[in-house]
């Protein structure tokens, strides 16, 4: 790789890890409003965060599609791989939830497979970068 090559992957990874380390507590945060407000009836409340928050997920997965990329290959790289699949299994999940009115399963969804895996991906990332915390 030449030299420019590389410093443009060094200034798109710091990029891309600061939007993260901005935006992906917010999601979280924003993800368990959703599951209180499932977990109290409030629907209506609930899909209105999830719907707003459908692109927040869909630029997290391009993100965690990269960071193969960007991360050194290690333990980070196989703490999210092997936990990639539960959370792709969960996203798969929420259509048929809310298509049943099911609002246990999206909160157990969000709570247990979706909200976790993001805020796993959040550490590794900020571990990367010293001078952020992760706070709910």
Do not use: C
């Amino acid at each position: 790789m030449k030299h420019n090559q590389v410093q443009d992957i060094k200034e798109l990874s710091a990029e891309i890890f600061e939007s993260a380390l901005d935006y992906l507590p917010r999601l979280v945060n924003g993800l368990l409003q959703a599951s209180n407000h499932f977990k109290g009836n409030e629907y209506t409340e609930g899909y209105q965060i999830l719907q707003e928050a459908s692109e927040g997920l869909m630029w997290f997965s391009e993100v965690v599609h990269g960071l193969p990329l960007l991360l050194p290959q290690g333990e980070s790289m196989i703490d999210i791989t092997e936990n990639w699949q539960s959370y792709l299994n969960a996203l798969n999940n929420i259509l048929p939830s809310i298509e049943k009115g099911d609002g246990i399963a999206l909160s157990r969804l969000l709570d247990n497979e979706v909200v976790p895996f993001i805020v796993l991906v959040y550490e590794i990332i900020n571990n990367l970068k010293p001078g952020s915390e992760y706070s709910q």
